[in-house]
């Protein structure tokens, strides 16, 4: 049970950590955004 847990807890992170890349990381770091965005795909 807790090792579910912890999986939705980084799910929920993941979600978080993409929804501030698309969002900040695109607005104010457009380059850098890109250049993140590759290195994790």
Same mark, same amino acid.
């Given at each position: 049970? *807790?090792? =579910?847990? @912890? !999986?939705? %807890?980084?799910?929920?992170?993941? *979600?978080? =950590?993409? @929804? !501030?890349? %698309? ?19």
């Amino acid at each position: 049970m *807790a090792f =579910f847990c @912890g !999986w939705k %807890l980084i799910i929920k992170y993941k *979600a978080t =950590f993409i @929804g !501030w890349l %698309l969002g900040l990381g695109a607005l104010e770091n457009g380059y850098e955004f890109k250049d993140i965005k590759s290195r994790i795909t």
